[in-house]
């Protein structure tokens, strides 16, 4: 189900009349209940991935506690082996295959191994990295096995946040999950606020910059430079709308049931260097590699060298995490060598990018426009459609004969959104727009209203992140 269609307002509305209205100890199964239909409305058969997933970690999480010494490591190697041949199988099977395929023309042999026509379940990423995270976390002592398999199937399944994240810790939301929530006036309003917003930043920002994305990267070589230019800015910021706008309507769900959801942005395209970007950009994914893999692997505690190769295969593997294709692994390297520079910018120039006013405009647009061209890995099907993109931005042709304009459907909502993101710095939309007076706040959600009737794209388009 989407959240930016009819179905969705008439959903949420439903869920929260029922959870407030039915005693506490059912409603655990309204919210499993509800959380399967939502999965349901993509593609029904697939919710049995997801409760395999929650019985194989529910399980092992209890066998983990139970257990000492060396069965415990061999509980909490089943639980991530499960979880990462599952996701291996449907997102990375047709990669491998495609290697070995490669190597067996090098050799001269056939590859035995066919590719398989099957659909990758939307947000399996998601699922398999919060189900782990809980596995973990009890094999190193900071969390309690959960008894209740549906508390803890609501916490793998929640549906505000199931399909594309915040990729939330148990000891959040799974202790919040038990807690017997109250109707109150300040959960329904925020989550109503956060939600308002959320699809206007989708539907009015993202779809409307979605088309200029999509017509370039089809051909490329047919736009001039500028429009090529255009596309890449474009791209910049309709994932970040598409993505925000999801974690936004996502918290605001959440929040009208009594739940608290971490943030998952914090302006990241204000940032001042890549590494403060990484420190705003989908937040739970960073936290959760930094905790579950930069640290195992040694984190800081290493030597200079061996922590400059943990910051690369740490980026390399977050970007394969986001896809099956050499162009993620590309995006997510770029991203590795960016850090490092600025990390010896800052730690042995001592170059401070926060100095003042003017260095932290010039810093921002530097790390804007640098994750704008590292982008068009990210966007880009295949290696070589990268490179010819940006071939086109750099060199002026003749032969091309097409450009892009930003219509005015576009460029008015855009401005409206970056005057907002501007004024809430550092804020998040609710908390900002309640410190206003009464006729301040409602004219606000009468702006955002008509913006969503008068602005929203024709076409609709899936949330990026579902693909992942």
């Known amino acids: 189900?989407?959240?930016?269609?009819?179905?969705?307002?008439?959903?949420?509305?439903?869920?929260?009349?029922?959870?407030?209205?039915?005693?506490?100890?059912?409603?655990?199964?309204?919210?499993?209940?509800?959380?399967?239909?939502?999965?349901?409305?993509?593609?029904?058969?697939?919710?049995?991935?997801?409760?395999?997933?929650?019985?194989?970690?529910?399980?092992?999480?209890?066998?983990?506690?139970?257990?000492?010494?060396?069965?415990?490591?061999?509980?909490?190697?089943?639980?991530?082996?499960?979880?990462?041949?599952?996701?291996?199988?449907?997102?990375?099977?047709?990669?491998?295959?495609?290697?070995?395929?490669?190597?067996?023309?090098?050799?001269?042999?056939?590859?035995?191994?066919?590719?398989?026509?099957?659909?990758?379940?939307?947000?399996?990423?998601?699922?398999?990295?919060?189900?782990?995270?809980?596995?973990?976390?009890?094999?190193?002592?900071?969390?309690?096995?959960?008894?209740?398999?549906?508390?803890?199937?609501?916490?793998?399944?929640?549906?505000?946040?199931?399909?594309?994240?915040?990729?939330?810790?148990?000891?959040?939301?799974?202790?919040?999950?038990?807690?017997?929530?109250?109707?109150?006036?300040?959960?329904?309003?925020?989550?109503?606020?956060?939600?308002?917003?959320?699809?206007?930043?989708?539907?009015?920002?993202?779809?409307?910059?979605?088309?200029?994305?999509?017509?370039?990267?089809?051909?490329?070589?047919?736009?001039?430079?500028?429009?090529?230019?255009?596309?890449?800015?474009?791209?910049?910021?309709?994932?970040?709308?598409?993505f925000y706008g999801y974690s936004t309507i996502a918290i605001g769900a959440a929040r009208m049931l009594g739940i608290n959801l971490m943030d998952n942005f914090n302006q990241p395209y204000f940032a001042t260097g890549i590494q403060n970007f990484w420190k705003r950009w989908h937040i739970s994914l960073s936290t959760w590699f930094r905790d579950y893999v930069f640290i195992s692997m040694g984190g800081s505690k290493v030597g200079n060298y061996r922590w400059v190769f943990n910051i690369l295969v740490l980026f390399a593997v977050s970007g394969f995490w986001h896809g099956a294709n050499y162009t993620f692994i590309i995006w997510g390297l770029l991203h590795g060598f960016a850090y490092l520079f600025d990390r010896f910018l800052q730690s042995y120039c001592k170059i401070n990018f926060n100095k003042n006013l003017f260095s932290k405009f010039i810093s921002a647009s530097f790390t804007f426009l640098l994750v704008t061209i590292v982008w068009v890995f990210f966007r880009s099907e295949t290696f070589e459609k990268a490179l010819m993109i940006l071939n086109q931005c750099l060199h002026y042709t003749v032969n091309t004969s097409k450009t892009i304009e930003v219509g005015f459907n576009t460029l008015i909502p855009f401005l409206v959104f970056l005057i907002i993101e501007v004024l809430i710095f550092n804020k998040r939309f609710d908390h900002w727009i309640s410190n206003m007076n009464s006729f301040l706040r409602w004219f606000c959600y009468f702006v955002l209203c008509i913006f969503i009737m008068l602005f929203s794209s024709i076409e609709t388009f899936p949330f990026i992140y579902f693909q992942f």
């Open 1 to 242: 189900m989407l959240f930016n269609s009819i179905y969705f307002l008439l959903f949420l509305p439903s869920v929260v009349i029922l959870y407030y209205f039915i005693p506490h100890k059912y409603r655990w199964i309204l919210l499993f209940v509800a959380s399967s239909f939502f999965y349901m409305f993509f593609y029904p058969p697939y919710i049995l991935i997801l409760y395999a997933i929650v019985l194989i970690d529910y399980l092992c999480g209890l066998w983990i506690e139970k257990s000492k010494n060396k069965w415990r490591f061999i509980a909490v190697l089943t639980s991530i082996l499960a979880n990462l041949t599952l996701l291996s199988y449907f997102k990375y099977y047709n990669f491998f295959i495609d290697i070995l395929d490669e190597f067996a023309f090098v050799i001269h042999k056939q590859n035995p191994f066919q590719h398989l026509s099957i659909l990758l379940p939307i947000g399996l990423s998601f699922h398999t990295f919060q189900s782990l995270s809980y596995t973990i976390e009890v094999f190193r002592k900071k969390q309690k096995a959960e008894k209740h398999i549906g508390y803890f199937a609501n916490y793998v399944l929640f549906f505000p946040q199931m399909v594309a994240g915040p990729i939330e810790r148990y000891n959040r939301l799974g202790e919040q999950l038990h807690l017997k929530q109250k109707l109150t006036y300040e959960n329904i309003t925020n989550g109503l606020r956060l939600v308002l917003y959320g699809l206007f930043v989708k539907m009015c920002i993202a779809d409307n910059f979605a088309p200029l994305v999509n017509c370039v990267y089809e051909n490329p070589q047919s736009y001039f430079s500028s429009s090529v230019w255009i596309s890449m800015f474009a791209f910049s910021i309709q994932i970040y709308a598409d």
